[in-house]
C-alpha cells in the first residue's frame, strides 16, 4: 500500500555484469522502472554502471523510473567506491542514489517504495506539465539512511 492506494510491482532480476552482453533489450524496454545496483566493494560493478546507463538511455522508455543504488553497504570497511563517487555519478545522470544492503536491509525498503511512490502519483496525477510532480529526490534524501563503519 503506497498512500492508501494499492500498486503491483512485478520485478525482474536480470543477469549480472558477467553477462552483460547477453542481456535481451526485452529484459528492460518495458520496464517503468530501472535499480541499477553496483556493489561497493567492486570497481568493476561499479564501471558498468555507465555501460548500463547508456543502453538505458538508447533502448529503454524515456520516462523511465532510474535510481542507482550502491549495494554491500554493510561492507563499508572493504569499500572500493567511496560514497561520494556514487553520488555523483548520479547528479551526472540526475537520477536519486543511495547505498543499501541486501544483507541487513539498510534502504532496501526505502528504494521500492520510492519507485512504487513515483509511479503511482504519475498513475493518478499524469504527466501534464503543470501537475505537481512527486519529488523523488527529495523523498529519498529525507529518508534515506547513511552508516557504515568506515565510511
Ligand atoms: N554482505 C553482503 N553481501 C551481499 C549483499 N548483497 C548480496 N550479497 C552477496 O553477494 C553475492 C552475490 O549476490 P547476488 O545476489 O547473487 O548478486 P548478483 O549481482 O545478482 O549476481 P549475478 O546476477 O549472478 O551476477 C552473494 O553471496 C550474496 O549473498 C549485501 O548487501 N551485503
Redesign the pocket.
Known sequence: MVDNMKVKLQIW???????FRSVTHAYYRDAQALLL?Y?ITSKS?FDNIRAWLTEIHEYAQRDVVIMLLG?????ACNRVIKRDEGEKLAREYSVPFME?????GVNVDLAFIAVAKELKHRAVHGQQPNESKFQIHEYIESQKETSGCCS
Open positions: 532480476d536480470t543477469a549480472g555484469q558477467e553477462r545496483l556493489d560493478s549495494n554491500k553497504g554493510d561492507m543499501t544492503s541486501a544483507k541487513t
